[in-house]
């Protein structure tokens, strides 16, 4: 396959959207990130890298941290993981408090924010240094040893982030949050504040395509299984109450987040990252989505 011709037709496409969309404001420090920026990087299983635009700048990488955390939680605690969390679908907004009300504390699945806050509990119930530990698993997945979190991002979370600590204080009410709420919060905003360009996210990926192991086959993250398990739940979890339209549009196990970035596996073939700031209403990069849309439809490959 002629990657490199596909990507250069993608991007031609995706420079004609400029504009469409808006950034993230909620969160103020992503406000101050050039919103037209745009990068693709695809890495195929035979270590071959195919990159345009803006691919090797970092940007927050916001939610996509949610998939190295519930690897971390899944290789220290196994499916124990899955009685605090669901696997299921949420069909609404990725911080819905009504939900999470509705279903007595146990949230949807890991991919939506109260489930994260579980997963981040878990954590640090588990790590002798959960921050340090976070990262230094991203960096052993990715191979890249510069990784770390945006501090600036993570004090934007901290001071703006008053639905995450209500929706910790809800989980605390329902018995499913053990550690003090602070601790959790400011662990879940570091992971949101990691900064990753598309290449790196590419890689650190690549375990995801290529039945547990990293990029350079010398870690096997998770069992082939729960690397089938995790790609299922990415499949039909990975961009909240957009995750059918991806599925029916692109047809790859992805995750997105709302610092515009976007990662979609397709096993046994390659990973691919996009970043593009400007989100559309379900908080999913407009050029993202349509750049993975125009890949698996010039290519003809999706998982279906």
């Known amino acids: 396959m002629d990657y490199r011709t596909v990507l250069n037709e993608i991007y031609s496409v995706g420079k004609v959207m400029e504009g469409l969309g808006n950034v993230a404001t909620y969160i103020p420090e992503l406000s101050n990130v050039d919103p037209d920026k745009f990068g693709i990087y695809l890495l195929t299983l035979d270590r071959q890298g195919y990159g345009i635009g803006d691919d090797k700048e970092r940007f927050s ?25 669901g696997v299921e679908p949420s069909g609404s907004s990725f911080n819905s408090m009504v939900q999470l009300e509705y279903e007595k504390g146990y949230p ?31 960096r052993m997945v ?10 600036k991002v ?18 605390k009410a329902f018995n499913n ?5 602070d601790t959790v919060l400011d662990f879940y905003f570091h992971q949101c504040s990691i900064t ?29 299984s729960k690397v089938k398990r995790l790609n299922a739940l990415m499949q039909t979890c990975g961009f ?22 976007i990662i979609a596996i397709y096993p046994g073939r390659y990973t691919v990252a996009t970043w593009s700031p400007r989100l ?25």
Do not use: H
Not at 67 to 73: G, Y
Not at 154 to 171: D, H, I, P, V, W
Not at 205 to 218: E, I, L
């Open 196 to 224: 990753m360009s598309c290449k790196e996210l590419a890689s650190a990926f690549f375990y995801f395509a290529n039945k547990g192991y990293t990029y350079d086959n010398s870690i096997q993250i998770l069992t082939e």
């Open 108 to 138: 949807r699945n890991p991919l939506i924010n109260p489930g994260a806050l579980v997963i981040a509990d878990m954590l640090i119930s588990n790590l002798a240094n959960p921050k340090e530990d976070l990262l230094d698993f991203v």
């Open 61 to 85: 990488i916001q939610s996509i941290s949610k998939i190295f955390t519930v690897s971390m939680a899944i290789r220290i605690l196994g499916e124990s993981v899955w009685k605090r969390v």
């Open 240 to 261: 909240y109450d957009e995750s059918g339209e991806f599925a029916y549009k692109v047809g790859l196990p992805g995750k997105s987040g709302v610092g515009g970035g």
């Open 280 to 304: 559309n209403s379900k908080g999913n990069s407009v050029r993202g989505m349509k750049a993975l849309e125009m890949l698996t439809t010039f290519t003809t490959e999706s998982i279906f």
């Open 154 to 171: 993570a004090e934007s979370e901290k001071r703006t982030g008053f639905r995450n600590a209500a929706m910790a204080y809800m989980l």
């Open 142 to 151: 990715s191979g890249y040893e510069s990784i770390t979190f945006d501090e």
């Open 177 to 181: 949050l053990d550690n003090d709420i």
